[in-house]
């Protein structure tokens, strides 16, 4: 009983979407007139392109709603007469109209034929592709920018070895400054007043020196962390971008990196899976760096030499190693 229910409402429902596809297929093209008709043509006349638009320019003229403000159905006349041009003038969508006239009985063909032509796209879809490549390009390109500023402000504020490099730094040149100085200091006929006063003019010039010389160490720590941050190797989303990162850059570029990785991944597998040979260093430090997801020159800057040449020597590519 519930199988035969179900069988009834299966069959009601594929009658409506019939049904409703049949109704539809009224509204294609001129729907139930005959486009040649409206145009005071006859189909069997095979009328040109030429006479086409000479009938169709005859009765816009004619039909025109501002020459017929008396007419209410005017602009439902002139607007059936523009449709029946639209598609006879064009001899591909004249010919789909013959065969939806001649083949009324193919209902799904007619209709996917018509809307694919009513709905493509109007613009050329390989200029429409290529600006959007471009505007997807100019974004990431900007994204990448922003991540890299943003890694060497993260770099400069909270990255402990590299502060320290630079506090040392500052501390090497502000002594040099001083150095430089001292003589004049000393010399000074403001400094032999103030040793005549007595000790306390003397604190306070101790401490205004004091703060004077911390503001220049602060603003000396800060051209130095400018100076070095250019050198601090990023990696991951926080590297320096370069033209070869940018998205159109990389498509251009498939037709030759994708044959020469299958090329090197069919040596590797040549070499080492089926002959056994050890790893060259070029390849240990491929290995690692892969690894340990970090480029070889941060690897350097943060291990020691002797611990670096230790990754090597444990084989850290492989990660119980590590």
């Not at 638009?53 to 403000?69: G, Q």
């Not at 500052?170 to 400054?177: G, V």
């Not at 991951?236 to 090329?263: E, Q, R």
């Amino acid at each position: 009983m519930v199988a035969a229910r179900r069988g009834a409402l299966a069959l009601a429902l594929l009658l409506a979407l019939f049904s409703t596809h049949v109704a539809a297929q009224r509204t294609l093209y001129c729907g139930e007139d005959d486009c040649y008709y409206l145009l005071g043509l006859d189909r069997y006349d095979s009328p040109t392109t030429k006479e086409i638009k000479k009938a169709y320019r005859a009765l816009s003229r004619e039909l025109h709603p501002d020459r017929n403000l008396n007419d209410p159905d005017a602009a439902a006349k002139f607007a059936k007469v523009a449709v029946a041009y639209e598609t006879l003038v064009d001899p591909e969508v004249r010919e789909e109209y013959h065969y939806y006239r001649d083949h009324p009985e193919d209902l799904w063909s007619n209709s996917m034929r018509y809307y694919a032509r009513v709905y493509k796209p109007k613009s050329d879809m390989k200029i429409v592709v290529s600006v959007f490549l471009v505007g997807i390009s100019a974004l990431h390109w900007a994204l990448m920018q922003l991540m890299h500023k943003r890694g060497k402000g993260y770099v400069k504020k909270y990255h402990p070895g590299f502060q320290k490099k630079v506090k040392e730094l500052a501390r090497e040149r502000m002594a040099a400054r001083q150095g430089a100085e001292a003589v004049e200091t000393s010399s000074s006929t403001s400094d032999v007043k103030n040793r005549k006063k007595g000790g306390k003019g003397k604190k306070r010039a101790t401490a205004e020196e004091k703060a004077e010389q911390e503001r220049e160490l602060e603003a000396l720590e800060q051209e130095i962390a400018d100076e070095l941050i250019d050198e601090v190797a990023l990696e991951g989303s926080y590297k320096k971008p370069t033209v070869h990162d940018i998205i159109l850059v990389k498509l251009i570029k498939l037709p030759y990196t994708v044959p020469v990785s299958l090329v090197w991944y069919a040596s590797w597998f040549y070499r080492h899976s089926i002959r056994k040979l050890p790893y060259t260093r070029e390849e240990q430090t491929y290995l690692l760096t892969s690894a340990l997801n970090r480029s070889e020159e941060l690897l350097r800057q943060e291990f020691q030499p002797a611990d670096f040449e230790r990754l090597y020597e444990l084989e850290c590519w492989h990660r119980e190693n590590f």
